[in-house]
């Protein structure tokens, strides 16, 4: 059974510029969210995703976006990057209903985003 | 809406010593509950977990009790390690299915 695996692990990127995060959920997995988790901080619900339908968002402008392929892996879109913006991206998986309540989340390791 | 309270660190203890990180949640219905470690640099694991009251949750030496009458699920190890320095993160999922985090504790043990 394979975990949660993102890629890029680390990246650097210009105020303004646009970057696209990737995330394989664990096997199996039907639902995944994304989190930002700002240094010294817990992570913040961004949004989720279930059959390729956001099915809901966390207090975040528009200019996050996802998207959730048939194959479940997922990508996190941000555009005009601003400086507040750098943080631990972390992507989770889990399996729909009540096996959410059962099982929980099965977080990735991360993306560490810079933008200078 | 629901949401997760926990002791503020840092905590910094000895090798050996008794460690409690307290949780209390509000939440609807009837969640789940969850500790999630994070070390440095690497994303969270699932540490233990309770589903429903008197649940007691269990993995390397930590124990949680899921207590409906004080919404709490306190973290405790009777004698910690150097390698349980860690951020430590209560969180729930109620009816919305979605995880609500603590801010996180950070737990520094010393040799």
């Known amino acids: 059974e394979t975990g949660v695996t993102q890629s890029p692990t680390h990246l650097i990127k210009t105020r303004g510029q646009q970057v696209t995060l990737r995330c394989s959920s664990q096997s199996g997995h039907n639902t995944v969210s994304w989190y930002q988790q700002a240094l010294g901080q817990g992570p913040q619900f961004i949004f989720q995703?279930?059959?390729?339908?956001?099915?809901g968002r966390g207090n975040f402008p528009p200019r996050f976006s996802g998207l959730q392929f048939p194959n479940y892996s997922s990508e996190l879109n941000v555009n005009a990057l601003e400086l507040d913006d750098s943080a631990l991206y972390l992507c989770?998986?889990?399996?729909?209903?009540?096996?959410?309540?059962?099982?929980?989340?099965?977080f990735g390791s991360g993306t560490r985003l810079t933008v200078v | 809406g629901d949401s997760v309270t926990q002791m503020e660190g840092p905590v910094t203890l000895s090798e050996e010593a008794f460690l409690t990180i307290n949780c209390t949640y509000t939440?609807?219905?009837?969640?789940?509950l969850f500790w999630y470690v994070q070390y440095p640099g690497e994303g969270l694991q699932l540490l233990l977990k309770a589903t429903k009251a008197d649940d007691k949750g269990s993995n390397k030496g930590f124990e949680a009790t899921y207590r409906k009458e004080t919404t709490s699920f306190h973290l405790e190890k009777g004698s910690v390690q150097v390698s349980d320095s860690a951020v430590y993160f209560c969180a729930l999922i109620a009816n919305d299915y979605k995880l609500s985090f603590g801010a996180g504790t950070t737990v520094t043990v010393r040799a």
């Open positions: 989770a998986s889990t399996l729909a209903g009540t096996g959410t309540k059962e099982y929980g989340y099965t």
């Open positions: 995703y279930y059959r390729e339908e956001e099915n």
């Open positions: 939440a609807t219905g009837y969640p789940s």
